[in-house]
Nanobody, 121 residues
Framework: QLELVESGGDLVQPGGSLRLSCTSS????????IGWFRQAPGKDREGVLC???SESATQKGRFTLWRDYAKNGVYLQMSSLKPEDTAVYHC???????????????????WGQGTQVTVSA
C-alpha cells in the first residue's frame, strides 16, 4: 500500500504562484509514475501533469513537476495562476509499466486526499 499526502494548497491572488507537495513514506514511490490531477466543483477530474518513474523533472506551460528523491516527494510548481485553476488538487501513483507516463485516471492505483487551491482576488 502506497500512501500519498498532498500539502501546499492555499488562497492565492490571480497571477500568483504556488507549490504543492506530494510526499510518501515509502521509498518505493520512486518506482511509480506520479500524476497531478485537479477537480473543480461540478467538473470531471482532469490531469495536470505527470512524471514517469525514470524522469526527475518535467514542465508544461505554467506547471513544473519534479522529484526530490531524498524526501520521497514530488512537487508541483504553478505560476501565473488564474481563477480557473481553482480546484482540489490530487497527486496519484501508477505502476511504471513503460518509460513514459499518462494522465489516464484509471491507471492510477493510489491517490492522496487532495489539497484545495483557490485563485481569487
Amino acid at each position: 500500500q502506497l500512501e500519498l499526502v498532498e500539502s501546499g494548497g492555499d488562497l492565492v491572488q490571480p497571477g500568483g504562484s504556488l507549490r504543492l507537495s506530494c510526499t510518501s513514506s515509502a521509498p518505493s514511490s520512486q518506482d511509480y509514475n506520479i500524476g497531478w490531477f485537479r477537480q473543480a466543483p461540478g467538473k470531471d477530474r482532469e490531469g495536470v501533469l505527470c512524471l514517469s518513474a525514470s524522469e526527475s523533472a518535467t514542465q508544461k506551460g505554467r506547471f513544473t513537476l519534479w522529484r526530490d528523491y531524498a524526501k520521497n516527494g514530488v512537487y508541483l510548481q504553478m505560476s501565473s495562476l488564474k481563477p480557473e485553476d481553482t480546484a482540489v488538487y490530487h497527486c496519484a501513483a501508477a505502476p511504471a509499466t513503460s518509460s513514459s507516463c499518462s494522465l489516464d485516471v484509471p491507471l492510477y492505483n493510489y491517490w492522496g486526499q487532495g489539497t484545495q487551491v483557490t485563485v481569487s482576488a
